[in-house]
């Protein structure tokens, strides 16, 4: 249903490259260029040379073509019903675009045919106004790489202001928020957008270094019992973080896993989610959290 | 003997593989002894042209693993769409493709199957020294696979079939959206694709991160696509499973209720109802090989009810066997108690919950309180309250024994008690 050649990455380039061909650039470089933008790590040694020796008609070996037009193609059935499943989420009023001309369309699913069991109940309020304009005007002031300026409740209840230059919106699906990402360096790199009260452009002439936080990353040793299908409930779990497994000798495995040091604290909750399943085996002072957090459940003597 | 091609027929082909390398990555090439030597490396071979960097390999004293090492949170696009851009056609379906698309250039113009074939054969094919044979046959079948597809449309107009391109282009202005939805909505390769039609400014970059997120699912679009398309249908499915312990899949007959999709395992399931045992069951997405859409059953209605009116016994994804009316119920509470400005604890407790309720027993101490078809699948989630848990009753006494074992073994496992404590 999904798997097309209508939605390949050589038909892409193909018509990229015929684009290109019908805006009179001819040089075979700048087609191969074309070719490793659009398609895969071999395809330079099949996309021209097809086109080249006749294999697939629609160039000449001159590179002239009979094709008129630059190539389109419509929309599939497929990507429409995927359009108008968009247009009924609830999150899609935080973009401005109209999707009147879907009205007619079937959704291939709607909210009722699937449910995210684990998300969060305190997520961003999508459906409010102010939300809402807050939002476009963030993702405008970054397409633009414009300055804003905003106010928002700190974490220790205390209203801020702040200017800045946005730089990205991280999305987390577990916790149902979006982050901006600030170019503040260190004052202020991520605000929780659900805590900002108001957001405008700055109008003024003061300049800002654009300077995003790099991320710290912490890497953290696993051994992973191979008990109770562990390995794999463990790795698919982590599977969204640089990793490397290796199995031991005794059946076991080792996981060496990045994360960034401001995520300590959940990662220490993830691993103990896992109990005797998972042991840290480096480094000592996260084994140390751990040991801590058991030390005191010890001292509660549950029986 | 074929020669390799960096393309695909069968997705199930590479998807197989991607998983292993990604979620895996230990396994040495003897280790994939279910395909042969030569598939497993026209597999790695493909796998490794599409995902270029992605791909490592390291030499252990057992051989040389290869694996696939992705940080999602800084990829912007899941870098598995690539994969489903990997099907294969032939030199005369690209050739058809451009040239009939080029003839149907306006959607206003319309032309007959004959008056077509004289365009591709007088306009395009006559220009080159040997040009390809087009028959009435192939190209009426290409257009009727386009007319499926609804990128054609077919007009009778007295005994004549009429064809012209489907007036429908994506609006401007989609760009952002898309980068967003395709990478949270189930299938969102199809925003991927439709990303591709207008991805021609070079160096575009999306404006999202996303964190916590899942790409492996995305390996089952097909099958998640499939499923979806039932539910619109109200139609029964037969599904091809490859259980955990079995070796080749069993086919099952099963009326698809709704996708459960995890964000914090990354796994998705589907609750069904399967005819044979009368009950509603989960399904790992990821064990369904092949999924085939039958009739419409008029039951879907009161059975999608009544998965609504369990949802509120479900922790996870198990109903386990229950048949409807004789439901049976677990009961789960553990109690925590927090010190001073521990508050974030509570707000843990309330925005976790799920189905639980949080009640509070005093100003430091609060009480987690659940019924549900399975309390063994809130265990984990349990032990992550681990240093404030001061009371835990499940009436599942296998489940309560299992979490307190497995507390003790981890005090032994991290040194704090002895072996025979």
């Known amino acids: 249903m999904i798997f097309s050649e209508l939605y390949s990455a050589y038909y892409n380039a193909v018509a990229h490259i015929l684009s290109s061909l019908a805006q009179g650039k001819t040089d075979r470089r700048e087609l ?48 429409r019903r995927f359009l108008k499943s968009v247009s009924l989420d609830r999150r899609v009023r935080l973009f401005d675009f109209d999707f009147s001309w879907l009205d007619d369309t079937q959704p291939l699913f709607t909210e009722a045919d699937y449910c995210v069991y684990d998300r969060y109940n305190d997520g961003d309020p999508f459906e409010d106004e102010g939300y809402i304009r807050r939002f476009r005007l963030i993702l405008r002031a970054i397409r633009e790489k414009r300055q804003i300026k905003f106010e928002m409740i700190s974490r220790k209840g205390r209203t801020v202001f702040v200017r800045c230059h946005p730089a990205r919106l991280e999305y987390s699906e577990k916790d149902d ?98 109990g005797p399943l998972v042991e840290v085996i480096a480094p000592d002072d996260f084994r140390e959290l751990i040991i801590d957090k058991l030390k005191k459940q010890l001292h509660l003597g549950l029986k | 003997m074929s020669s390799y091609s960096e393309l695909i027929k069968n997705f199930e082909k590479i998807r197989a593989y991607m998983r292993e390398f990604y979620v895996y990555g230990f396994k040495t090439r003897e280790e ?149 939805f395709s990478e949270v909505l189930p299938c969102g390769v199809i925003g991927s694709y439709l990303l591709d039609k207008i991805q021609t400014e070079e160096g575009r970059e999306s404006l999202f991160d996303f964190k916590h997120h899942y790409i492996t699912p995305s390996l089952d679009s097909d099958i998640l696509a499939c499923l979806f398309d039932a539910m619109q249908k109200k139609s029964v499915v037969t599904v091809a499973n490859l259980n955990r312990s079995a070796d080749e899949p069993r086919r099952v007959r099963l009326i698809p209720l709704r996708i459960f999709i995890s964000v914090q395992t990354g796994r998705q399931h589907l609750l069904a109802y399967a005819p044979d045992v009368a009950c509603v069951r989960s399904y790992r997405v990821d064990y369904l090989k092949s999924v085939t859409l039958e009739e419409p059953t008029p039951r879907f209605d009161e059975l999608r009810a009544e998965l609504d009116s369990m949802m509120q016994k479900i922790w996870g994804v198990n109903t386990k066997r229950n048949r409807f009316g004789k439901e049976h119920i677990e009961h789960a509470e553990f109690t925590v108690r927090i010190a001073e400005g521990e508050e974030h604890i509570i707000r843990r407790l309330e925005r976790e919950k799920r189905v639980g309720r949080v009640e509070k027993l005093d100003d430091y101490t609060y009480r987690f309180v659940a019924d549900v078809y399975d309390s063994g699948e809130m265990t984990p989630w349990v032990r992550s309250f681990i240093c404030r848990i001061v009371d835990i009753r499940f009436s599942n006494r296998t489940v309560e024994n299992r979490f307190k074992d497995d507390l003790r073994a981890m005090y032994r496992m991290y040194g704090l008690q002895k072996e025979d404590v």
């Open chain 1, 32 to 79: 191969e260029a074309i070719v490793s933008r659009y398609a895969f790590g071999e395809s330079g040694l099949h996309i021209v040379p097809s086109l080249l020796n006749g294999d697939w008609q629609l160039t000449r070996r001159d590179l002239s073509t009979p094709i008129r037009h630059t190539p389109t193609m419509p929309l599939t059935e497929l990507e």
């Open chain 1, 177 to 274: 928020k979006f982050r901006l990402l600030t170019g503040n360096g260190g004052f202020v790199s991520t605000v929780n957008l659900s805590r900002m009260i108001s957001c405008t452009l700055y109008q003024g002439d003061k300049t800002l270094p654009m300077r995003e936080k790099e991320p710290l990353y912490e890497t953290l040793v696993l051994r992973v019992a191979n008990q109770r299908n562990a390995p794999e409930r463990v790795l698919l779990h982590f599977a969204h973080f640089e990793k490397r497994v290796e199995k031991l000798p005794t059946g076991a495995y080792q996981v060496t896993l990045r994360y960034e040091r401001e995520d300590e604290p959940e990662m220490v909750i993830r691993i103990l989610s896992f």
């Open chain 2, 32 to 180: 994939y002894t279910k395909k042969s030597a030569r598939s497993y490396d026209d597999e790695r071979r493909r796998i490794e042209s599409i995902l270029g960097d992605y791909m490592h390999f390291v030499r252990t004293p057992e051989g040389k693993s290869v694996f696939i090492s992705i940080d999602s949170r800084h990829s912007r696009h899941n870098p598995f769409y690539k994969a489903w851009k990997s099907k294969s056609f032939t030199d005369g379906d690209i050739t058809l493709h451009f040239i009939l698309f080029d003839i149907l250039h306006r959607p206003e113009e319309a032309f007959t199957l004959n008056e077509l074939l004289d365009k591709i054969e007088g306009d395009y094919l006559s220009h080159f020294d040997e040009p390809m044979q087009f028959d009435e046959s192939t190209v009426r079948k290409k257009l009727k696979e386009y007319v499926r597809e609804g990128i054609v449309l077919a007009e009778k107009r007295g005994k004549r079939v009429y064809y012209r391109r489907r007036a429908c282009e994506l609006p401007d202005g989609a760009s952002e959206l898309l980068d967003f």
